[in-house]
C-alpha cells in the first residue's frame, strides 16, 4: 500500500535542500579539480576520526529516529527516550565539531587559509547549523509523540520531523565522503 | 510484518550501513590509493544515502513520483560526482 510519509511541504523543503547541497557537492568537485594538489595537502590535515564518529553519531540517531516513529504508527506507543537519545548523538555531533574545529583554529588554519578550509569551513557550517535545527525538531517530537493526536492527526507532524533529521544524516554521509574520505 | 521485525530490519539496515562506513573509511587511509578509490567511495556514499531515503525515510512506500524524483537524484548527483572526479578538466 503506497502512503506519503510526512507532510507534503516536508518534501518540498527536503528537495529544495537537495538541490542546494547538490550544488555544493559540485562546487567542491569543480574546485578540487581545479586546485588538485591543495586539496589533497589540506585534507591530509582533516582528522579522518572526528569525522568517521560524527558519521557514526548520525547513523545511530538516524535509526534511533526511525524506531521511534515506526513504533509510535505501528502499535501506538510513544517512544520520546528514542527521540533523547537521537538528541543526545547530535551533542555528541556538535561537541566534535567543537573540539575539531578548536584544533583547526589552534592550528592557524582557518576559513581563509585556501579554497579547501574555505569550502570546508562553509559547508560543514551549513550542515552543522542544520544539526542544531534538527535537534530542536527532535525536542519538539518527545514532546509531540506523547500527545493524545499523536497516532491520528499529529502522526504527518511527528513524520515530518523524523524526515528532516534523516536529511541531516543523509547530507553529512556526502560531505564526509567528499572531504575526508576520497583520495 | 509485525513490529519486531520491522524494527529487526531497521536495525539490521543500521549494521550494514556502518559497515560500508568502515569500509569506505578503511579505504581512506593510504594517501597514495589507487584512482577508483575515489570512484568507490563515491559510490559506496550515494548506496548509503539511497538506503536512508528508501528505510530511514520511508519512501520505499511512498508513491511512486517521489521514490522516483529522488532515486533519480542519486543516479544524477551519482554519475556528475563521479565523472567530475575522472574528467577533473572537463
Not at chain 1, 161 to 166: K, L, M, N, Q, R
Request: hydrophobic share 60%; aromatic share 14%; net charge positive.
Amino acid at each position: 500500500m503506497k502512503r506519503l510519509p510526512g507532510e507534503e511541504g516536508i518534501w518540498v523543503l527536503i528537495a529544495g535542500d537537495l538541490l542546494v547541497f547538490s550544488l555544493f557537492f559540485l562546487t567542491f568537485m569543480y574546485y578540487r579539480a581545479g586546485e588538485m594538489a591543495v586539496f589533497l595537502a589540506s585534507q591530509r590535515t582533516l582528522s579522518l576520526g572526528f569525522g568517521l564518529a560524527n558519521t557514526l553519531l548520525l547513523l545511530t540517531s538516524s535509526l534511533f529516529v526511525a524506531i521511534a516513529t515506526q513504533r509510535l504508527r505501528v502499535t501506538g506507543k510513544p517512544a520520546p527516550k528514542l527521540y533523547m537519545a537521537a538528541i543526545a548523538c547530535g551533542l555528541g555531533f556538535v561537541g566534535d565539531k567543537a573540539v575539531e574545529w578548536g584544533d583547526k583554529f589552534h592550528a592557524g588554519i582557518g576559513f581563509t587559509t585556501n579554497d579547501f578550509y574555505m569550502l570546508y569551513f562553509a559547508f560543514t557550517g551549513i550542515h552543522l547549523f542544520h544539526v542544531l535545527l534538527g535537534m530542536g525538531v527532535l525536542s519538539f517530537l518527545t514532546i509531540a509523540c506523547q500527545r493524545p493526536n499523536a497516532t491520528t492527526r499529529g502522526l504527518v507532524l511527528i513524520e515530518s520531523g523524523a524526515i528532516f533529521w534523516h536529511l541531516v544524516d543523509l547530507l553529512w554521509i556526502v560531505l564526509f565522503a567528499l572531504f575526508y574520505l576520497v583520495r | 510484518m509485525n513490529m519486531a521485525a520491522s524494527e529487526k530490519r531497521l536495525i539490521l539496515l543500521w549494521a550494514v550501513l556502518v559497515a560500508i562506513t568502515a569500509l569506505s573509511w578503511g579505504s581512506a587511509h593510504n594517501f597514495a590509493g589507487p584512482r577508483w578509490q575515489g570512484v568507490v567511495v563515491i559510490l559506496l556514499a550515494l548506496v548509503k544515502v539511497r538506503f536512508v531515503i528508501l528505510d530511514f525515510m520511508e519512501v520505499r512506500h511512498a508513491p511512486k513520483a517521489l521514490r522516483l524524483a529522488l532515486e533519480g537524484w542519486v543516479v544524477v548527483i551519482s554519475a556528475a560526482l563521479v565523472g567530475m572526479l575522472l574528467f577533473p578538466q572537463g
